[in-house]
């Protein structure tokens, strides 16, 4: 373990003179104090209708995530006998639900329609891998004990079932809080939610506006146990369901042709290979976009373990006090629930147009997610050594029984880092997200469909990478931190 975090390290050493860390604005502080100063005095009354931006919000997470689990829930149990089941779902959650969403409002336009299906479709492939992994660890014993004859389908209603439906049931609740964050994330490709109004304000320099917008998204993610019961979600299912209308009329030709033609290279079809040679001439200059795409899901790993080792001990019973633990668990709650998009999005008005907002939103959001799960566990261990000062506790106690998780989470969310590192180039880092937004908007779909694929590609091959590395015992529980 250790020589693969001073690989991992080193390799971020040698290539970061490559990456492009610039601040280019002149008075990033001038702007952050403008910033601090809207969130400390949020300007409640200048927001436009904020209860229906967030019942929208709501109300997109809520049915895609059920959609998703009506999609993937019979994925999940042909997932282990079939190969082809497993590719399609690594590639179906290999791509982000941004890039979902660009790829359905060609289609469907800005309606709720396209947000379902980018959070339905990816969600899908998600959730087969999860449930499926969580089935496969059910014990077999109760199922071996029902009588010779008693079909498949009843021994898994009765055994298999009811033993993995707490876990089934925690990851769907987990699902629904990443829906949240997604949902909010599809209002910077224009789709109503608290997203737009947020992007929206931040650009246009209203901090006192985007302040408050962000506190009732905050205040969202923080009393989801209370409002997200399950004897609310009725309700909930039905006022989401009277918010997501008006539907698009679909084109059932117009659909055919952009599935049938437009998203594919025209000398494919026609069998022309000479011209899909001069075709492939037309695709941007890959080799830097797919390097800045590896290079900054490399510092954004490294720099999430650096943030993971540095703040889980004050978030920790073992260490500090009480109001200091309570102020850590605080900021580490508020940066995991902050999607790296937005974080990136602020960073970019602060420092300008460069590779260092992206890393710094990739290492403090999935820092701070790491570092909040390893003070849990840290938690619910207990030193042998009590007598021990703090540093030695934390060298010798602690930390060495804590790494293999940590590592292990951080392997996990290698594939994370990298779907986010694509997505991130819709603000103007040159990752392949970049050319895909690009080419989306000048309506080239087949360059933009290439592009997606070879950004599955790399997810795919990512994912496969950190599961070799991966330690193979780690006392920490989190199932799907990879998707």
């Known amino acids: 373990m250790a020589r693969h975090t001073l690989t991992l390290v080193a390799l971020a050493l040698l290539l970061l003179p490559l990456a492009d860390l610039s601040v280019i604005t002149r008075e990033p502080w001038t702007e952050l104090a403008r910033m601090v100063q809207g969130l400390a005095w949020p300007a409640w009354g200048a927001v436009e209708s904020p209860f229906h931006a967030l019942g929208l919000t709501i109300a997109v997470a809520l049915w895609g995530t059920l959609a998703g689990v009506v999609l993937g829930f019979p994925l999940a149990l042909l997932f282990a006998r079939s190969r082809l089941v497993r590719a399609g779902c690594a590639f179906l959650r290999a791509i982000h639900e941004l890039f979902w969403a660009l790829l359905f409002l060609q289609v469907f336009g800005l309606s709720a329609l ?43 209603a009765y055994t298999e079932l009811p033993l ?72 909930l299912a039905i006022g989401g369901a009277l918010l997501l209308g008006p539907w698009p009329s679909v084109d059932g030709a117009l659909l055919w042709r952009f599935v049938s033609q437009d998203i594919w290279p025209r000398p494919l079809l026609e069998g022309d290979w000479p011209g899909l040679v001069t075709w492939l001439t037309r695709i941007p200059d890959l080799a830097p976009a797919i390097g800045n795409t590896l290079l900054l899901g490399l510092l954004g790993t490294v720099g999430s373990l650096l943030v993971a080792l540095v ?30 998009l937005m974080l990136a999005f602020i960073f970019l008005l602060l420092l300008g147009p460069s590779m260092l907002p992206a890393w710094l939103a990739l290492a403090l959001h999935n820092g701070a997610l790491i570092a909040f799960l390893i003070a849990r566990h840290a938690d619910s261990l207990t030193p042998g050594m009590a007598n021990l000062p703090a540093s030695g506790r934390l060298a010798y106690e602690l930390l060495p029984r804590l790494y293999p998780s940590l590592l292990a989470l951080l392997y996990y969310r290698a594939e994370v880092i990298l779907r986010e590192t694509a997505i991130l180039g819709m603000l103007g880092v040159a990752t392949l997200g970049y050319y895909i937004d690009e080419n989306f908007q000048y309506l080239m779909f087949d360059i933009a469909c290439f592009l997606l694929l070879v950004t599955a590609a790399l997810n795919i091959a990512v994912d496969a990478l950190s599961r070799r590395f991966r330690p193979k015992e780690a006392p920490l529980d989190v199932p799907g931190m990879d998707a």
């Open 114 to 156: 396209t947000a379902l299906a980018a959070l339905a479709i990816p969600y899908a492939g998600i959730f087969a891998k999860v449930y499926a992994e969580i089935l496969e660890q059910t014990p077999r014993a109760p199922g071996d004990a029902l009588p010779p004859g008693v079909g498949r389908l009843v021994r898994f």
């Open 311 to 340: 703040m889980w001990p004050w978030a920790s019973r073992h260490f500090g006090n009480r109001v200091s633990r309570l102020a850590s668990k605080g900021l580490l709650v508020l940066l995991r629930s902050t999607p790296e």
């Open 164 to 235: 993995a439906w707490p876990r089934l049931a925690a990851y769907t609740r987990y699902r629904f809080e990443c829906g949240l964050r997604a949902s909010v994330l599809l209002g910077f490709v224009g789709l109503p939610t608290l997203g737009f109004q947020l992007e929206t304000a931040f650009r246009e320099g209203r901090y006192h506006e985007a302040g408050a917008l962000l506190w009732l998204f905050y205040l969202l993610i923080a009393s989801l146990p209370w409002w997200s019961h399950r004897r609310l979600l009725p309700v």
